[in-house]
T-cell receptor, first 110, second 119 residues
Framework: RKEVEQDPGPFNVPEGATVAFNCTYS??????FFWYRQDCRKEPKLLMS???SGNEDGRFTAQLNRASQYISLLIRDSKLSDSATYLC???????????FGKGTTLSVSS | GAVVSQHPSWVICKSGTSVKIECRSL??????MFWYRQFPKQSLMLMAT?????????EQGVEKDKFLINHASLTLSTLTVTSAHPEDSSFYIC???????????????FGEGSRLTVL
């Protein structure tokens, strides 16, 4: 079983749509959780951290369910500029390397 | 915010040559840097953990004699792909852990990546 699993997509949505991505992780000892965004041929960039209580940053909402080992990302009112690959990322312990999912590709069209 | 600079951003070389990639933390000290590799449509895979002043720790399946890592200072780690072959063509990305007064943040800052093409 892969450590971090995501549906690769692609998700093709029109502008203004709401889209949700899901992710599961295998190591129950994981401590930190993130969503990164990666544009084509670029390095990944942190989109947001994910906290147990759930957190929101503008149009983006992240949720964590430790019992189910499940992470989600909700994007509301999609913009063309949201088109990218979204990486679910887990950290077992601070100071160690991040573990990446394969990514979910989002394409927003006008 | 913290910045990690990676150089070169892309390189094309002939099979059998060696290529060195540099990773620098520009405004913070990084005792630990991580080297990842990403093949097309694949996830970032950790290759090795680079520790300042000591030997790197390699992930299973990564040849330490082929991928030489040197972390001689708190701001610089280098990855040398020795005797590169076409199957080594990939996107290599370094990252550094930002450590604040309270300890590790868990967030990594990434270099811009180096795209290697071996002919």
């Amino acid at each position: 079983r892969k450590e971090v699993e995501q549906d690769p997509g692609p998700f093709n949505v029109p502008e203004g749509a709401t889209v949700a991505f899901n992710c599961t992780y295998s190591n129950s000892a994981s401590q930190s959780f993130f969503w990164y965004r990666q544009d084509c041929r670029k390095e990944p960039k942190l989109l947001m951290s994910v906290y147990s209580s759930g957190n929101e940053d503008g149009r983006f909402t992240a949720q964590l369910n430790r019992a189910s080992q499940y992470i989600s990302l909700l994007i509301r009112d999609s913009k063309l500029s949201d088109s990218a690959t979204y990486l679910c990322v887990v950290n077992i312990q601070a100071g160690t390397a991040l573990i990446f999912g394969k990514g979910t590709t989002l394409s927003v069209s006008s | 915010g913290a910045v990690v600079s990676q150089h070169p951003s892309w390189v094309i070389c002939k099979s059998g040559t060696s290529v060195k990639i540099e990773c620098r933390s520009l405004d913070f000290q990084a005792t630990t840097m991580f080297w990842y590799r990403q093949f097309p449509k694949q996830s970032l895979m950790l290759m090795a953990t680079s520790n300042e002043g000591s030997k790197a720790t390699y992930e299973q399946g990564v040849e330490k004699d082929k991928f030489l890592i040197n972390h001689a200072s708190l701001t610089l780690s280098t990855l040398t792909v020795t005797s590169a072959h076409p199957e080594d063509s990939s996107f290599y990305i370094c990252s550094a852990d930002l450590i604040l007064a309270g300890g590790n943040t868990g967030e990594l800052f990434f270099g811009e990546g180096s795209r290697l093409t071996v002919l």
